[in-house]
Nanobody, 120 residues
Framework: VQLVESGGGLVQAGGSLRLTCAASGILFSSADMGWYRQAPGKQRELVARIPRGDSAEYADSVRGRFTISRFNADKRLYLEMKSLNPADTAVYYC???????????????WGQGIQVTVSS
């Protein structure tokens, strides 16, 4: 299973970014997908998740500013981030909980992470 994040970078406060996660090797349409982040010296935390066939969920700190979406046909997960502030600075990770083709066991998978830096 590969989860490859893209779209991170440096942005000024108030700006926007869109993260993309390209998935392969996993039954994407039946996987629960999500974005997590980890700031320096802090634990990894949930940003948003979009379970298979269910509504999106958001951390309180990003609700109303971030939008998670998925496009099953292309096996892609997105995170649209608006009104960014320095507190959003972190490494963002794509997460998938699902099974590989031909396997019934659902497992947790992570991308390598991508840096998002918001300057004040």
């Amino acid at each position: 299973v590969q989860l490859v994040e893209s779209g991170g970078g440096l942005v000024q406060a108030g700006g926007s970014l869109r993260l993309t996660c390209a998935a392969s090797g996993i039954l994407f349409s039946s996987a629960d997908m999500g974005w997590y982040r980890q700031a320096p010296g802090k634990q990894r935390e949930l940003v948003a998740r979009i379970p298979r066939g269910d509504s999106a969920e958001y951390a309180d700190s990003v609700r109303g500013r971030f939008t998670i979406s998925r496009f099953n046909a292309d096996k892609r997960l997105y995170l649209e981030m608006k009104s960014l502030n320095p507190a959003d600075t972190a490494v963002y990770y794509c997460n998938a909980f699902g099974s590989r083709p031909g396997r019934s066991l659902r497992m947790n998978y992570w991308g390598q992470g991508i840096q998002v830096t918001v300057s004040s």
